[in-house]
């Protein structure tokens, strides 16, 4: 079993111990130390929002915890696996988010992903209607299914999907849900 090293940056003492205390259920995790060292070689760091953990490795993910929004297009750039997760998470979501961020993937709630003044979510390059298809694909519905789903036909959906393809560069649904996954288009 490969063993995810984590390492905490979180300045409160309480929330600290907290964290450390649920990732203990999962035996494929081990907190590595509390302080941002280089020589520690975790894979995950765990930041409260606005305490840092944007710089170090480009290859450790970052998982924020906090109500703040992070900022979704400077976090693409850098080119690293995140998520960000409400402080109040449970110990399942929290060892989830863990487990994604160490295989690359981005993750977290909607509302701290992609936050919006106007309510609406804001996802790039994608259509709203290619996003929705997205997150059907992402559930595992056939074409059939997600225009029911969707109120559309078979035909149209095959169009959306065939365009998913092209934007996200990538040539079958698997790709396309990893791709979403780590744009942060679609959250688990």
């Known amino acids: 079993m490969n063993v995810i090293r984590v390492?905490?940056?979180?300045?409160?003492?309480?929330?600290?111990?907290?964290?450390?205390a649920l990732l203990l259920s999962d035996k494929a995790i081990r907190v590595v130390n509390d302080s941002l060292?280089?020589?520690s070689n975790a894979e995950v760091v765990?930041?409260?929002?606005g305490e840092g953990g944007e710089g170090g490795k480009e290859s450790v993910g970052i998982l924020f915890l906090g109500e703040e929004p992070v900022n979704v297009?400077?976090?693409?750039r850098a080119g690293r696996a995140w998520g960000v997760?409400?402080?109040?998470?449970?110990?399942?979501?929290?060892?989830?988010?863990v487990h994604a961020i160490a295989q690359g993937l981005v993750v977290g709630t909607p509302?701290?992903?992609?936050?919006?003044?106007?309510?609406?979510?804001?996802?790039?390059l994608l259509t709203e209607r290619e996003t929705e298809v997205l997150e059907l694909l992402a559930k595992g519905l056939a074409n059939k299914q997600i225009?029911?789903?969707?109120?559309?036909?078979?035909?149209?959906?095959?169009?959306?999907?065939?365009?998913l393809y092209a934007k996200l560069n990538v040539t079958n649904r698997a790709e396309a849900v990893r791709e979403g996954?780590?744009?942060g288009w679609i959250a688990l």
């Open 37 to 39: 060292d280089e020589e």
């Open 73 to 76: 297009e400077e976090m693409r």
């Open 7 to 20: 390492l905490l940056h979180i300045p409160s003492p309480a929330l600290r111990a907290g964290v450390r």
């Open 85 to 97: 997760l409400p402080a109040e998470a449970s110990a399942e979501e929290l060892i989830a988010a």
């Open 147 to 163: 225009a029911a789903a969707l109120g559309i036909s078979e035909h149209t959906v095959k169009f959306h999907v065939s365009s």
């Open 111 to 124: 509302v701290l992903l992609f936050p919006s003044e106007s309510g609406t979510v804001e996802r790039g």
């Open 46 to 49: 765990i930041a409260s929002v």
């Open 181 to 183: 996954l780590r744009g």
